[in-house]
């Protein structure tokens, strides 16, 4: 991305049009980054097995969000889901993935031990109160575990920070951290459905209307007359 | 007898060059991020080549200290944290730490109580080992295993989730009974499962079992002799598949499985592939035993003490066990009398099946460190505590 973000920016700003095309390059960009996520496989905990294992399985199935390509080892990885305890001894090692892991990166904390140490947080001497305190965290998942669900919902929580992130004339900025938590009283059902709407709503394209919608074909005319 | 304690840094020297021609020793370090690594497990190897020579384990990185901060707790807020140890086999860790309770504070239990605690737990066995069936294919390469098992895990699951209300941390068994009764439609969601079980565990043999690589990647490899699993203390699938029929549930019956016939699942010679289908034919036994008691479950209150009394445990130490899908997990406790226990401690199966690799794994190549290190099934928060 060297190039496109680095050089780009300045050769395509004086230009008539430029600016506008900056701006949908940055759309493309972040669309694309928000849902190819590849998620670093590091558990620690029970959480490791609900957050990393059950949501990649068959029954909820990762995959219809682009997440599903969990990585071993942290310099495939873009997405550092903290699932579990952080004890003292293994929070170095945690800062070291982290900073091994390729830019730009995001870290979801999971489970109420990862965002505040959870059952340990009183009289435990080893716990970490908070991955917080190593990584900067961009979305936290409340539940003890959270059901897969909930951490679709903050899987999607990340998706609209990244597409509203990052972009080429502002490089590296951070949104504040959101707290995906999940509306008091929502059923399983019903989850299911609005996480179904919304992929629908998302992936699917609705050919005729975008035949009949020619604002896009316009655009691009209008931009290529400018320049 | 004066014991002597080295750090790692005093056992990780560098061994010396052996001279022209001969080849070098190094230390690999596996873990404590590792696909193998099952959570959080350091392992460090020195190797020769491709070919393991020691083998060091180095836990601690989940240690939270449970076993102190039971201190603070009474004995019904202890539950929820041995949910955290083994988190697979949550039911059986509850059910331990209630039965020691119960022994020692004289609190009687009826049958209904004992029927849903044997139901529940050996549903979770089969749903602990399905899992690691699973797992072990992963890790060995084969990822439809991993697809398999997991959709299976769902369906167990839904049972506890209507049932507890919890899909993995249950908190479920409790000093003096158990939390909520099952539901009206229990049974016939349980027989269904199980008919459902008993097929896949047939696909899961034909599935993967007859496989040539698998069998090759497990047949002969990691092989513990009887003696040397009873002296490591290990238990659970790992000592039976070495050849000692030793199953807390039969040789020391609690629960309800005086009631039920079962067949303790024993190997012969002690290798990962007995390991593995040790586990394999505990599926089909547990589908057996729930098969016999879940007809008739005797009627009755669920909870035999009120859930705001305190139990207090007269001054003395008790001791008190059960196996769990890993093995046997002994709970200590030390009381003075009061609500809360004055110490408490925890053996924990997979922390002695763990000291098994450092005895096996020499000699082979670091491919079979993978098959037999997933084959001992470790949970590493059952380890660290
Ligand atoms: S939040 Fe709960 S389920 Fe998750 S790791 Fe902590 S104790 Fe386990």
């Given at each position: 991305m060297g190039l496109v973000t680095d050089r780009l920016p300045g050769l395509l700003e004086p230009m008539p049009g430029g600016s506008i095309l900056i701006t949908s390059v940055d759309a493309i960009i972040n669309w694309s980054r928000a849902n190819s996520l590849w998620p670093l496989a590091f558990g620690t905990k029970c959480c490791a097995i609900e957050m990393l294992m059950a949501t990649g399985a068959p029954h909820q199935d990762m995959a219809r969000f682009g997440a599903e390509v969990a990585r071993q080892t942290p310099r495939q990885a873009d997405l550092m889901v903290i699932a579990g305890a952080i004890v003292k001894k293994m929070a170095p090692r945690m800062r070291l993935l982290y900073e091994q892991m390729a830019q730009p990166r995001y870290v979801i904390a999971t489970g109420s031990c990862a965002i505040s140490g959870g059952p340990f947080m009183y009289n435990s001497y080893t716990i970490v109160r908070g991955a917080d305190e190593i990584v900067p965290v961009d979305v936290y998942v409340p539940g003890c575990p959270p059901r897969p669900e909930a951490f679709f919902w903050g899987l999607l929580a990340l998706q609209k920070l990244i597409k509203s992130g990052e972009s080429i004339r502002h490089p590296g900025i951070r949104k504040k951290p959101v707290l995906a938590a999940m509306p008091q009283g929502i059923t399983a059902d019903e989850i299911k459905q609005q996480l179904r709407t919304l992929l629908e709503k998302e992936n699917t394209i609705d050919i005729e209307n975008e035949a009949n919608n020619r604002s896009w074909a316009q655009k691009v005319d209008q931009w290529t007359q400018k320049i | 007898m004066t014991a002597i304690v080295r750090t790692l840094d005093e056992i990780l020297i560098a061994p010396a060059h052996p001279g022209r021609g001969a080849t070098q020793e190094y230390f690999l370090n596996m873990g404590p991020q590792h696909p193998i690594a099952h959570g959080s497990l350091r392992v460090i190897l020195l190797l020769d080549g491709e070919t393991i020579r020691k083998v060091i384990p180095v836990p601690g990185y989940v240690h939270r200290?449970?076993?102190?901060?039971?201190?603070?707790?009474?004995?019904?807020?202890?539950?929820?944290?041995?949910?955290?140890?083994?988190?697979?086999?949550?039911?059986?860790?509850?059910?331990?730490?209630?039965?020691?309770?119960?022994?020692?504070?004289?609190?009687?239990?009826?049958?209904?109580?004992?029927?849903?605690?044997?139901?529940?737990?050996?549903?979770?066995?089969?749903?602990?080992?399905?899992?690691?069936?699973?797992?072990?294919?992963?890790?060995?390469?084969?990822?439809?295993?991993?697809?398999?098992?997991?959709?299976?895990?769902?369906?167990?699951?839904?049972?506890?989730?209507?049932?507890?209300?919890?899909?993995?941390?249950?908190?479920?068994?409790?000093?003096?009974?158990?939390?909520?009764?099952?539901?009206?439609?229990?049974?016939?969601?349980?027989?269904?499962?199980l008919a459902y079980m008993k097929r896949m565990v047939e696909e899961y043999d034909t599935l993967l079992s007859g496989n040539v690589i698998l069998q090759e990647r497990l047949r002969g490899v990691g092989i513990l002799s009887e003696k040397r699993a009873v002296s490591l203390g290990c238990t659970g699938p790992v000592l039976r598949a070495a050849g000692l029929a030793y199953d807390l549930r039969k040789v020391e019956p609690y629960g309800a499985y005086e009631k039920a016939q079962f067949d303790v699942v024993v190997g012969t010679t002690g290798d990962c592939w007995d390991r593995y289908y040790v586990r394999i034919e505990e599926m089909r036994q547990s589908i057996r035993i729930i098969e016999q008691l879940i007809d008739d479950i005797p009627a009755g209150p669920t909870m035999v003490t009120k859930f705001n009394t305190k139990i207090k445990l007269p001054v003395g130490r008790y001791y008190n066990h059960v196996e769990t899908a890993r093995g046997v997990l002994g709970v200590f406790i030390y009381s003075d009398g009061g609500d809360k226990p004055y110490r408490l401690h925890f053996r924990s199966p997979s922390f002695n099946n763990m000291w098994a690799i450092t005895k096996i794994a020499p000699g082979w190549r670091i491919a079979d460190m993978i098959a037999i290190q997933s084959s001992l099934d470790l949970v590493i928060p059952d380890i660290d505590r």
């Amino acid at each position: 991305m060297g190039l496109v973000t680095d050089r780009l920016p300045g050769l395509l700003e004086p230009m008539p049009g430029g600016s506008i095309l900056i701006t949908s390059v940055d759309a493309i960009i972040n669309w694309s980054r928000a849902n190819s996520l590849w998620p670093l496989a590091f558990g620690t905990k029970c959480c490791a097995i609900e957050m990393l294992m059950a949501t990649g399985a068959p029954h909820q199935d990762m995959a219809r969000f682009g997440a599903e390509v969990a990585r071993q080892t942290p310099r495939q990885a873009d997405l550092m889901v903290i699932a579990g305890a952080i004890v003292k001894k293994m929070a170095p090692r945690m800062r070291l993935l982290y900073e091994q892991m390729a830019q730009p990166r995001y870290v979801i904390a999971t489970g109420s031990c990862a965002i505040s140490g959870g059952p340990f947080m009183y009289n435990s001497y080893t716990i970490v109160r908070g991955a917080d305190e190593i990584v900067p965290v961009d979305v936290y998942v409340p539940g003890c575990p959270p059901r897969p669900e909930a951490f679709f919902w903050g899987l999607l929580a990340l998706q609209k920070l990244i597409k509203s992130g990052e972009s080429i004339r502002h490089p590296g900025i951070r949104k504040k951290p959101v707290l995906a938590a999940m509306p008091q009283g929502i059923t399983a059902d019903e989850i299911k459905q609005q996480l179904r709407t919304l992929l629908e709503k998302e992936n699917t394209i609705d050919i005729e209307n975008e035949a009949n919608n020619r604002s896009w074909a316009q655009k691009v005319d209008q931009w290529t007359q400018k320049i | 007898m004066t014991a002597i304690v080295r750090t790692l840094d005093e056992i990780l020297i560098a061994p010396a060059h052996p001279g022209r021609g001969a080849t070098q020793e190094y230390f690999l370090n596996m873990g404590p991020q590792h696909p193998i690594a099952h959570g959080s497990l350091r392992v460090i190897l020195l190797l020769d080549g491709e070919t393991i020579r020691k083998v060091i384990p180095v836990p601690g990185y989940v240690h939270r200290g449970i076993e102190k901060m039971c201190e603070h707790l009474n004995y019904r807020q202890i539950i929820h944290l041995t949910d955290r140890m083994d988190y697979l086999s949550a039911l059986m860790n509850n059910w331990a730490v209630a039965r020691t309770v119960e022994k020692a504070a004289g609190i009687e239990i009826n049958d209904r109580i004992e029927s849903i605690r044997t139901i529940m737990a050996e549903l979770q066995r089969i749903q602990s080992h399905a899992l690691w069936w699973g797992v072990l294919g992963m890790d060995l390469g084969a990822f439809t295993a991993f697809l398999y098992s997991f959709r299976d895990r769902e369906i167990i699951g839904e049972i506890f989730e209507e049932t507890i209300g919890a899909r993995l941390t249950m908190n479920y068994i409790q000093p003096g009974g158990v939390m909520y009764d099952i539901t009206p439609d229990f049974t016939a969601k349980v027989k269904k499962v199980l008919a459902y079980m008993k097929r896949m565990v047939e696909e899961y043999d034909t599935l993967l079992s007859g496989n040539v690589i698998l069998q090759e990647r497990l047949r002969g490899v990691g092989i513990l002799s009887e003696k040397r699993a009873v002296s490591l203390g290990c238990t659970g699938p790992v000592l039976r598949a070495a050849g000692l029929a030793y199953d807390l549930r039969k040789v020391e019956p609690y629960g309800a499985y005086e009631k039920a016939q079962f067949d303790v699942v024993v190997g012969t010679t002690g290798d990962c592939w007995d390991r593995y289908y040790v586990r394999i034919e505990e599926m089909r036994q547990s589908i057996r035993i729930i098969e016999q008691l879940i007809d008739d479950i005797p009627a009755g209150p669920t909870m035999v003490t009120k859930f705001n009394t305190k139990i207090k445990l007269p001054v003395g130490r008790y001791y008190n066990h059960v196996e769990t899908a890993r093995g046997v997990l002994g709970v200590f406790i030390y009381s003075d009398g009061g609500d809360k226990p004055y110490r408490l401690h925890f053996r924990s199966p997979s922390f002695n099946n763990m000291w098994a690799i450092t005895k096996i794994a020499p000699g082979w190549r670091i491919a079979d460190m993978i098959a037999i290190q997933s084959s001992l099934d470790l949970v590493i928060p059952d380890i660290d505590r």
